[in-house]
């Protein structure tokens, strides 16, 4: 009953090109065609796996399959078998392939193409139902079945370095409390990334201590002890996780936000000196307000006119020297982060201090303060280069997901795309 190997297929078959069936007729719709197939498969017993021989009875089963030059029904003429076992107490059995499993009614390369037109192509899955003519759950579905499939076991990744950021899951919610009054609520997420290779490795719910170190309990002690770098923002909560779980290793506090720490000094200086000598927040017409992005340039970036328009904003817009004052010292934390070796960084580090001990203000004292706190993981930085900017271009990715699927109301769903479309990413 089966194709002979070798056998010259005809060409309606090669066309349609389903494996493992052979086109037996074919009709033209108003809409479409429809093309009926029958399995040139071995039939095997499913209980004894004895191979059949008699047909018990024949029926027409509609399946899903992708378009052929069009809109395409497809018609299986699914027969029923006897089995040739005497012994067996199955009697007779349906034929199921490896296309149309048992119960399926669609066939495995159209959700073979559904996973490929979501993840590889990263569009919304409600969008990638509607073009294939399935429904939604049957396309989110084959994408759940494939993350159990294709993904990788994160303890069999070759791990050693490792990055944690956090980015927010869905937009900011309120709700009012039995008081009456309104709570904020941001739902955060972490996202877990391989440095070496920039694949998320997991995406957990929540910014704090108990969700990450919940993620790293339930790694292999091995993979754990694989760990020599793990890249963080100054985050407290994730420090203590990395402290219970990864002892060993080393933690290094990521440059981009450490200098972005400097500009938020910058910024609330510049805004508390406006509302001490104004009164008010600043306006276009005050130097100070509209040349506060240049406030926030590297000192390296600058060009003479720059400069020049810099020194007169000093010269003229800021009698205390406090904006002055607070702009030098974060160049110096840039030069800091800039050191070649630990003893450089050291000397500027006791420049910054002396800096901050003649500023005299709450905010760069705050500033030096978070130096002195996360010292350890500073030199981590300058000695490995290790930080989180795989992690920040993961983010983006999956901002770039989020804006596809018009945001994303479940949690699992959400997890499955980052993955697969970082494993994807990875493998290519």
Not at 147 to 153: E, I, K, N, R
Not at 175 to 183: C, E, I, K, Q
Request: glycine share 6%; proline share 4%.
């Amino acid at each position: 009953m089966c194709q002979p190997t070798g056998l010259q297929r005809d060409a309606a078959s090669t066309i349609f090109n389903l494996p493992n069936y052979r086109v037996i007729n074919a009709v033209d719709l108003p809409d479409g065609r429809r093309v009926t197939v029958e399995s040139v498969d071995d039939p095997a017993c499913p209980a004894c796996g004895v191979i059949a021989t008699k047909v018990h009875s024949r029926r027409m089963q509609r399946i899903r399959d992708v378009p052929v030059g069009g809109a395409v029904e497809v018609v299986w003429v699914k027969r029923r078998w006897f089995c040739a076992e005497e012994l067996c107490d199955r009697g007779t059995f349906a034929e199921a392939t490896d296309q149309v499993p048992r119960f399926a009614r669609s066939t495995t390369r159209l959700k073979e193409q559904v996973v490929a037109a979501v993840i590889t192509s990263g569009r919304a899955v409600s969008e990638v139902a509607r073009a294939y003519k399935v429904s939604w759950w049957l396309a989110q579905t084959a994408l759940s079945r494939a993350a159990a499939v294709v993904l990788p076991v994160v303890d069999d990744i070759n791990t050693t370095r490792l990055g944690i950021d956090e980015h927010r899951y869905r937009s900011v919610r309120w709700f009012r409390n039995p008081a009456g009054g309104w709570r904020r609520f941001e739902p955060w997420m972490s996202t877990l990334v391989d440095l070496a290779t920039g694949q998320v490795l997991g995406v957990v719910d929540g910014r704090d201590c108990a969700t990450v170190g919940t993620w790293l309990a339930q790694r292999t002690v091995a993979w754990r002890e694989r760990i020599e770098v793990v890249a963080i923002d100054p985050s407290a909560p994730f420090r203590k996780a990395l402290r219970q779980w990864l002892p060993r290793a080393a933690v290094s506090v990521d440059k981009f936000h450490m200098v972005k720490l400097g500009n938020d000094t910058v910024t609330a200086v510049r805004q508390r000196l406006m509302r001490e000598h104004l009164g008010r927040r600043g306006r276009k017409l005050d130097t100070v307000w509209a040349h506060r992005m240049l406030l926030l340039r590297g000192a390296d970036s600058l060009t003479p006119r720059g400069w020049g328009r810099l020194d007169e904003m000093f010269r003229c817009d800021d009698p205390t020297d406090e904006l002055g004052a607070v702009w030098g010292i974060k160049e110096q934390l840039r030069r800091l982060l800039n050191s070649d070796t630990l003893t450089e960084a050291w000397d500027h580090r006791m420049r910054m201090g002396h800096y901050t001990q003649i500023a005299d203000m709450p905010e760069t004292t705050k500033l030096y303060d978070t130096v002195v706190a996360w010292w350890d993981a500073i030199e981590v930085l300058i000695v490995t280069g290790a930080t989180t900017a795989k992690v920040e271009a993961a983010n983006t990715g999956i901002k770039n997901i989020k804006r596809s699927g018009r945001g994303f109301r479940n949690p699992g769903n959400y997890t499955t795309r980052i993955l697969l479309t970082s494993a994807a990413r990875s493998a290519a």
